[in-house]
């Protein structure tokens, strides 16, 4: 089958539905953001200044992480302890931009994406950069997008199901301030793949953009 990559801004729905075409094609799956979250983890807990690299890269070497693919989700385990719900917090949120703008943790990172990917044949692969810097050639690439309220709403609901205290107004700023940086970073930034297709998830289902997805990768 090949590479598909799903790229997109926070709250596009890349995360669910990446995770629906992975089951429904059989593939592996993979979350960059997971990646960059955990980085950011691993600093944070260190108190390492987030602007300093070359220490977390030092750090990020010694470190034991682990992906773990469970149901809907993507278990990330630091040195044996599950940090799933700890890297998807408003406080990693914050921070991530600071690991997501390093080209020397991009480097470290991007290698072990291309890593997974060789050791798992094919795969469906989320991020922002997928299929732009990490995976060019890819079979398969998407560009998923909604409004800025919608994302939103959705973040909103994420994390108030996870027992989270958190404010629609203040979810929608994070994701105004995120999409500013990842759109604006000199590495890896978030842009749509000139061969990649475009859905707008605004106003669909969930079921209805997996369904679109499948008909593309049967195409
Ligand atoms: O998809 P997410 O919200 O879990 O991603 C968290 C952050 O990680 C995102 O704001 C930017 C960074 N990221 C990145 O720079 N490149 C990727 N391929 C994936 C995520």
Same mark, same amino acid.
């Given at each position: 089958?090949?590479?598909? =990559?799903?790229?997109?801004?926070?709250?596009?729905?890349?995360?669910?539905?990446?995770?629906?075409?992975?089951? +429904?094609?059989?593939?592996?799956?993979?979350?960059?953001?997971?990646?960059?979250?955990?980085? =950011?983890?691993?600093?944070?807990?260190?108190?390492?200044?987030?602007?300093?690299?070359?220490?977390?890269?030092?750090?990020?070497?010694?470190? +034991?992480?682990?992906?773990?693919?469970?149901?809907?989700?993507?278990?990330?385990?630091?040195?044996?302890?599950?940090?799933?719900?700890?890297?998807?917090?408003?406080?990693? =949120?914050?921070?991530?931009?600071?690991?997501?703008?390093?080209?020397?943790?991009?480097?470290?990172?991007? %290698?072990?994406?291309?890593?997974?990917?060789? %050791?798992?044949?094919?795969?469906? =692969?989320?991020?922002?950069?997928?299929?732009?810097?990490?995976?060019?050639?890819?079979?398969?690439?998407?560009?998923?997008?909604?409004?800025?309220?919608?994302?939103?709403?959705?973040?909103?609901? %994420?994390?108030?199901?996870?027992?989270?205290?958190?404010?629609?107004?203040?979810?929608?700023?994070?994701?105004?301030?995120?999409?500013?940086?990842?759109?604006?970073? %000199?590495?890896?930034?978030?842009?749509?793949?000139?061969?990649?297709? +475009?859905?707008?998830?605004?106003?669909?289902?969930?079921?209805?953009?997996?369904?679109?997805?499948?008909?593309?990768?049967? +195409?």
């Amino acid at each position: 089958m090949g590479i598909i =990559t799903i790229d997109g801004p926070a709250g596009s729905g890349k995360s669910t539905i990446s995770k629906l075409v992975a089951k +429904e094609l059989g593939l592996s799956f993979l979350d960059t953001g997971a990646m960059y979250r955990a980085l =950011t983890l691993i600093a944070m807990n260190e108190g390492l200044d987030l602007e300093d690299s070359a220490k977390i890269k030092e750090l990020f070497d010694k470190t +034991e992480l682990k992906f773990i693919p469970k149901d809907d989700t993507t278990l990330v385990e630091i040195n044996g302890v599950d940090c799933s719900d700890l890297i998807r917090s408003q406080r990693v =949120t914050a921070n991530v931009r600071f690991i997501a703008s390093s080209p020397l943790l991009r480097a470290s990172l991007v %290698e072990l994406q291309r890593q997974f990917a060789k %050791e798992q044949g094919s795969i469906v =692969t989320e991020g922002r950069d997928q299929g732009t810097v990490v995976f060019p050639d890819a079979q398969v690439k998407i560009y998923l997008n909604a409004d800025v309220d919608q994302r939103a709403i959705r973040r909103f609901k %994420e994390l108030q199901a996870r027992g989270e205290k958190c404010d629609l107004q203040e979810i929608k700023d994070a994701i105004i301030a995120r999409d500013f940086s990842d759109e604006n970073r %000199e590495v890896g930034s978030l842009k749509k793949a000139d061969d990649a297709i +475009e859905i707008d998830t605004s106003a669909m289902s969930i079921e209805d953009v997996v369904s679109v997805i499948l008909q593309i990768v049967r +195409e």
